[in-house]
């Protein structure tokens, strides 16, 4: 619900510099007349803050705050989100998802620490952002006021956003014949809207921002070593990394080979379907490689309990419940299961494909002398029989049953019982 104009006293809005953010702050200031703070979340977007934050000002910002957030997004939320194989409608590894509860948490607290009654996001009233943005602060700063203006301002379009900025003077990059969004962090580049909008058409080759094609990549294939500790990646070929200087080189070689492309037709939370294009080379790779080490470290039930849950925790991040109970609950489960998710992986790197040449683990179950086809002396392979009579028993009991019915009363000739 829209909020009249003398009950907000100072309002903090979440800025990009980008078309929106930039009409909106414009926009605010002329129909709330208040003092407003443009925030600006560092997630490793790869832009100048500075000059955004001369934007911002030059656009009529009181105050502007950057925090940088990189290290906090990929420890806390990328890398949970990797060991429980978060993926949405099983493509998606979910970029923008991550990084809004991160930005709208930031968002909230430099609220709360600046005397603002109010915090406003650029989301359109179509999408998912607008969802994890306010559950955010609804779970992490109930008394704030939100402002959301694209569910309330008088533009419809973005192309009535270029046309205000520009009687506005508003300094803007987007043009009217190239009017797609692209949304980018330290995790990913995402593309949508405008000439992506016919879900027939390939995306042109000119807007991938991180990654060669496949096709262009080299002919020779790259080979990295990752070492994981608890499920979390520490060392790349050797080296000890922290989380931001990982993801970093993991992207950059990632790219040169093509690796993290998908073109996803997904379902918003809101109801419609929407096309994405989307780069996350970096960690996809680690996504592969986790995937690895787990199928040495992990129980089987463990595992498969672990894959079970996948679908509901990626439709919690997709939606924005970060800071629900639920969610508080599963990832509790899955850093648990991490405990002995610790040791090497070796993967090659080759036009777009991810394949894992090797993995080792202090902690593998992985035991050779059971797992072998040659002559053992730990498994007798006539203990099976009885474990998949057992095994088969309802179903055995049930086709019986069947056949009884089927014969109406008559009797049934059972067949024998194997001997030996």
């Given at each position: 619900m829209e909020k009249s104009a003398s009950s907000v006293k100072k309002i903090v809005l979440a800025y990009s510099g980008g078309l929106d953010t930039s009409v909106m702050l414009y926009w605010l200031k002329e129909k709330y007349r208040c003092p407003l703070i443009a925030f600006v979340a560092d997630l490793g977007q790869g832009e100048d803050l500075e000059a955004i934050r001369h934007k911002a000002v030059q656009t009529g910002a009181d105050e502007v705050v950057?925090?940088?957030?990189?290290?906090?997004?990929?420890?806390?939320?990328?890398?949970?989100?990797?060991?429980?194989?978060?993926?949405?409608?099983?493509?998606?590894?979910?970029?923008?998802?991550?990084?809004?509860?991160?930005?709208?948490?930031?968002?909230?607290?430099?609220a709360q620490s600046s005397g603002a009654d109010c915090v406003a996001h650029g989301a359109t009233g179509k999408g998912n952002d607008q969802?994890?943005?306010?559950?955010?602060?609804?779970?992490?700063?109930?008394?704030?006021k939100i402002l959301a203006p694209w569910r309330h301002w008088e533009f419809k379009s973005r192309s009535d956003l270029i046309r205000y900025a520009r009687a506005k003077n508003i300094p803007i990059t987007s043009t009217e014949e190239k009017p797609y969004s692209i949304d980018q962090n330290i995790m990913h580049t995402s593309y949508e809207g405008g000439i992506l909008e016919d879900p027939w058409q390939a995306p042109p080759e000119t807007i991938?921002?991180?990654?060669?094609?496949?096709?262009?990549?080299?002919?020779?294939?790259?080979?990295?070593?990752?070492?994981?500790?608890?499920?979390?990646?520490?060392?790349?070929?050797?080296?000890?990394?922290?989380?931001?200087?990982?993801?970093?080189?993991?992207?950059?070689?990632?790219?040169?080979?093509?690796?993290?492309?998908?073109?996803?037709?997904e379902n918003r939370f809101v109801g419609m379907k929407?096309?994405?294009?989307?780069?996350?080379?970096g960690v996809t790779i680690l996504h592969k490689a986790h995937r690895a080490l787990e199928s040495l470290t992990l129980d089987r039930e463990v595992q498969h309990l672990k894959d079970s849950l996948i679908p509901r925790l990626a439709e919690l991040m997709y939606y924005g419940f970060w800071y629900s109970p639920e969610m508080k609950l599963l990832l509790t489960l899955i850093r648990e299961s991490q405990e002995r998710v610790t040791g090497e992986v070796k993967v090659q790197l080759y036009k777009g494909n991810c394949l894992i040449r090797g993995r080792r683990s202090p902690f593998s179950l992985y035991d050779p002398s059971y797992a072998t086809f040659e002559e053992d002396q730990v498994y007798s392979?006539?203990?099976?029989?009885?474990?998949?009579?057992?095994?088969g028993l309802r179903l055995k009991i049930a086709a019986l049953l069947e056949e009884g019915r089927g014969n109406k009363g008559k009797k049934v000739a059972v067949a024998p019982e194997r001997v030996g």
């Open positions: 950057i925090s940088d957030v990189r290290e906090q997004f990929v420890r806390d939320f990328v890398f949970p989100a990797m060991q429980a194989h978060a993926l949405y409608e099983g493509e998606y590894l979910m970029g923008t998802s991550l990084a809004r509860p991160v930005i709208a948490a930031e968002q909230a607290r430099v969802v994890r943005f306010e559950l955010t602060f609804q779970a992490l700063a109930p008394h704030l991938f921002l991180r990654t060669v094609s496949p096709q262009s990549a080299p002919e020779r294939p790259a080979e990295i070593l990752l070492g994981f500790e608890k499920g979390v990646p520490m060392a790349l070929n050797g080296r000890l990394l922290g989380p931001v200087p990982m993801i970093e080189e993991l992207n950059s070689i990632g790219g040169v080979h093509g690796v993290g492309r998908v073109d996803l037709v929407s096309r994405g294009v989307y780069e996350t080379p392979q006539a203990d099976a029989e009885g474990f998949i009579r057992l095994q």
